[in-house]
T-cell receptor, first 119, second 112 residues
Framework: GAVVSQHPSWVICKSGTSVKIECRSL??????MFWYRQFPKQSLMLMAT?????????EQGVEKDKFLINHASLTLSTLTVTSAHPEDSSFYIC???????????????FGSGTRLTVV | QQQVKQSPQSLIVQKGGISIINCAYE??????FPWYQQFPGKGPALLIA?????SEKKEGRFTISFNKSAKQFSLHIMDSQPGDSATYFC???????????FGPGTRLSVLP
């Protein structure tokens, strides 16, 4: 259980265009989803936290007008990279907080990631 | 105080050897310590996790050792295999899943 499906797994787009990445929680309701960016050989960098039905909270230094996050339902959150440029090329990963009900502990489950290349 | 420190940054181990990755934290509110395994081009996957009420947890070849007084925890991979070659992240969060923090990661290479 607790699977997050992310797609596309990779996308190539032209500079100046917009790209949408989707994350769906398949067997649970994700009231909160997180979006990360990962550069090669580095750890995950939290970009923003999205809560269902409300505006996303962005981390310092992340342009909210460039990285649009929508969390319109309990099972779907989207990240749209607007007017993409080569420097936006990266690996984007979503995650959701899940209650591991057996222990009543909140853990995180991750999507499989999206490799964005802007040419 | 929100940081989780992780070492080594990279690790090379011979097949059959023991891989050891160490993490340390400062925030005493952290209550759940998962380890994630990430293969290239994939998202992190939960490997094993521990809570502070136990000092050790073992699942197959993977063991977490936890030292609450020292605020340190470590991952031991016994009988390391080439298929274990990946990046490993320790993490920490409080009991409600807030303030989730990743360590910087350890790139493990297991030589055949």
């Amino acid at each position: 259980g607790a699977v997050v499906s992310q797609h596309p797994s990779w996308v190539i787009c032209k500079s100046g265009t917009s790209v949408k990445i989707e994350c769906r929680s398949l067997d649970f309701q994700a009231t909160t989803m997180f979006w990360y960016r990962q550069f090669p050989k580095q750890s995950l960098m939290l970009m923003a936290t999205s809560n269902e039905g409300s505006k996303a909270t962005y981390e310092q230094g992340v342009e909210k007008d460039k990285f649009l996050i929508n969390h319109a339902s309990l099972t779907l959150s989207t990240l749209t990279v607007t007017s993409a440029h080569p420097e936006d090329s990266s690996f984007y990963i979503c995650s959701a907080r899940v209650a591991w009900t057996a222990l009543v502990v909140y853990g995180y489950t991750f999507g499989s990631g999206t490799r964005l290349t802007v040419v | 105080q929100q940081q989780v420190k992780q070492s080594p940054q990279s690790l090379i181990v011979q097949k059959g050897g023991i891989s050891i990755i160490n993490c340390a934290y400062e925030n005493t509110a952290f209550d759940y310590f998962p380890w994630y395994q990430q293969f290239p081009g994939k998202g992190p996957a939960l490997l094993i996790a521990i809570r502070p009420d136990v000092s050790e947890k073992k699942e197959g070849r993977f063991t977490i050792s936890f030292n609450k007084s020292a605020k340190q925890f470590s991952l031991h991979i016994m009988d390391s295999q080439p298929g274990d070659s990946a990046t490993y992240f320790c993490a920490a969060t409080d009991n409600y899943g807030q303030n989730f923090v990743f360590g910087p990661g350890t790139r493990l290479s297991v030589l055949p």
